[in-house]
T-cell receptor, first 116, second 116 residues
């Protein structure tokens, strides 16, 4: 597709359930990012991939959060044993550039996760 | 300290008028990039404009321009000839090398409403 695609758009989970969120970046984009956006806030960085390598996971809030990009294209963000505080919109972005401050990130529409 | 500060939670503008959305940033790195994104109610973050720290001229993209005042560390977005479709959340973001250079730092956003 032309843009970053995320699925599902909405996910309702019971507390303690595991969830998996998918991101399909723009074809050919080397860099992939995950962000968490709480209600009324700006997005906050979770993790970064360059191709299949996870180079930065400093923003993952706990060891219940896990991300992978095994073939350097599609990425999955997994949250184990979900908690209510995990409720947020999870945004994925991709960038053509490998590094550098000028790399424009293109975002998907996000997955809205609600944990009951 | 906040990397990006947006002090206007909400702004109103009359259709066809110009509006300025404020953004100040904090970094000690000489090399950084500043970005503005629009987030309509659909949730997708739409890239609007980019300004590099070494750029001599203010960036412009159609009706969007960035008023870059380096000494004051401000990067205000100017939208000229506002349209009803401009109603959305607007986020200022910065990327620098202070951490790993991999993440964007976002502000808390400004909600813009265009009045017919």
């Amino acid at each position: 597709g032309a843009g970053v695609s995320q699925s599902p758009r909405y996910k309702v989970a019971k507390r303690g359930q595991d969830v998996a969120l998918r991101c399909d970046p723009i074809s050919g984009h080397v860099s992939l990012f995950w962000y968490q956006q709480a209600l009324g806030q700006g997005p906050e960085f979770l993790t970064y991939f360059q191709n299949e390598a996870q180079l930065d996971k400093s923003g993952l809030p706990s060891d219940r959060f896990f991300a992978e990009r095994p073939e350097g294209s599609v990425s999955t963000l997994k949250i184990q044993r979900t908690q209510q505080e995990d409720s947020a919109v999870y945004l994925c972005a991709s960038s053509l550039a490998q590094a550098g401050v000028s790399g424009i990130q293109y975002f998907g529409a996000g997955t809205r996760l609600s944990v009951l | 300290a906040q990397k990006i500060t947006q002090t206007q939670p909400g702004m109103f503008v009359q259709e066809k008028e110009a509006v300025t959305l404020d953004c100040t940033y904090d970094t000690s790195d000489p090399s950084y990039g500043l970005f503005w994104y629009k987030q309509p109610s659909s949730g997708e973050m739409i890239f609007l404009i980019y300004q590099g720290s070494y750029d001599q001229q203010n960036a412009t993209e159609g009706r969007y321009s960035l008023n870059f005042q380096k000494a004051r560390k401000s990067a205000n977005l100017v939208i000229s000839a506002s349209q009803l479709g401009d109603s959305a959340m607007y986020f200022c973001a910065m990327r620098d090398y202070s951490n790993t250079g991999n993440q964007f730092y976002f502000g808390t956003g400004t909600s813009l409403t265009v009045i017919p």
